[in-house]
């Protein structure tokens, strides 16, 4: 059963304005979540991340903001800026050994 | 910087053939995985390695197997390729810093687009 769920398959987005990307969990053990932002043919590189104990981090353009009563994550991307066109993932992990990856949102950012 | 280098960006065999892909890290990670990517699945992980000669079997291991000789090499083997093993591969690494990995990110390399025909 998936953990970590993407509900948007896409987006699309005016260049200049905010992207939303959001991400919901199952799993209330989860204490670390991160995204990632995949280009088409090159593997996924790490983004930010924010652990249980935060509610927001911030990272220049990219905020990720945890709602732990709603099991909720999302990712701000503001200004969005074409080069952001990409897929963008979120994951979990907790104690265990693995991380639980999103079916993904894939970004378009319009010129 | 940590590095992840897959052995091959595209790979074509052809069903029934045995197949290696092969991952090596430079970071002296004791953890290495071995995913996979398809279109509205997003990454399902085959296996992962916490130590040399160990494995596990993660959500999706049938038709894989796996070899962990040397700490920075994490090999992925389809015993008998079969057409829905066409995918794009991916492997990542990550340190073992006890507990669970102390919040960090796996790192990832480029991926392998598997072909099977």
């Known amino acids: 059963d998936q953990q970590v769920k993407q509900n948007s398959p896409s987006l699309s987005v005016q260049e200049g304005r905010i992207s939303i990307l959001n991400c919901d969990y199952t799993n209330s053990m989860f204490d670390y979540f991160l995204w990632y932002k995949k280009y088409p043919a090159e593997g996924p590189t790490f983004l930010i991340s924010i652990s249980s104990i935060k509610d927001k981090n911030e990272d220049g353009r990219f905020t990720v903001f945890l709602n732990k009563s709603a099991k909720h994550l999302s990712l701000h991307i503001v200004p969005s800026q074409p080069g952001d066109s990409a897929v963008y993932f979120c994951a979990a992990s907790g104690t265990g050994n693995q991380f639980y990856f999103g079916t993904g949102t894939s970004l378009t950012v319009i010129p | 910087d940590v590095k992840v280098t897959q052995s091959s960006r595209y790979l074509v065999k052809r069903t029934g053939e045995k197949v290696f892909l092969e991952c090596v890290q430079d970071m002296d990670h004791e953890n290495m995985f071995w995913y996979r990517q398809d279109p509205g699945l997003g990454l399902r992980l085959i296996y992962f390695?916490?130590?040399?000669?160990?494995?596990e079997k993660g959500d999706i291991p049938e038709g894989y197997s796996v070899s962990r000789e040397k700490k920075e090499r994490f090999s992925l083997i389809l015993e008998s390729a079969s057409t829905n093993q066409t995918s794009m591969y991916l492997c990542?690494?990550?340190?073992?810093?006890?507990?669970?990995?102390?919040?960090?990110?796996?790192?990832f390399g480029d991926g392998t687009r598997l072909s099977i025909l």
């Open positions: 990542a690494s990550i340190k073992n810093k006890g507990l669970g990995y102390s919040n960090q990110p796996q790192h």
């Open positions: 390695s916490y130590d040399v000669k160990m494995k």
